[in-house]
């Protein structure tokens, strides 16, 4: 996915405002509901901020490795696995959001410092192959999005439980 430079500003706008639009998401949840889950296998809204910080951490390395090296292997991983091994509902989500914010406000200003001729790199995604930094943007852009998204339907559905 090759993108402009007002696509690539559009991308990096919502991408700088996502974790104010998380933290929103998360204030609407009652502290009783947080560590609730919607059904076995999903992730309460504990848990899914937790996973936002470690994919935040680890998104902040892959659009790096995207920029600055020939060819990169940008790894994938089981996220469900992660949520498991990490205990996630063990994590400070405290913790979770200030790790999404740190990452996030320093990536912005790195991003937008960078010359046209920068971007339009490619490298290689274990699980689906060609990932552009365009890719990247479009993902990261959305990803607390979703998420925020996901927090809501957890509420909603909380909120109508028997």
């Not at 936002?52 to 490795?65: K, P």
Request: charged content about 25%.
């Amino acid at each position: 996915m090759t993108l402009n430079s007002a696509e690539r500003a559009a991308f990096l706008d919502r991408y700088e405002r996502g974790p104010a639009l998380l933290r929103h998401a998360w204030s609407e949840v009652p502290a009783e509901a947080r560590r609730w889950r919607p059904a076995e296998g999903k992730w309460s809204a504990h848990e899914i901020i937790v996973h936002c910080a470690d994919s935040e951490t680890y998104g902040a390395t892959r659009i790096r490795l995207v920029l600055a090296e020939a060819e990169p292997l940008i790894v994938g991983y089981d996220e469900n696995a992660w949520a498991r091994a990490f205990d996630y509902h063990a994590c400070d989500v405290d913790l979770a959001f200030r790790a999404i914010e740190a990452v996030r406000a320093n990536t912005v200003p790195m991003l937008r410092r960078l010359p046209d001729a920068a971007w339009g790199r490619t490298g290689r995604h274990s699980h689906s192959g060609a990932y552009t930094d365009g890719d990247w943007l479009r993902i990261y852009a959305e990803h607390l999005e979703v998420h925020a998204a996901q927090i809501r339907r957890n509420l909603a559905a909380w909120a109508g439980r028997p």
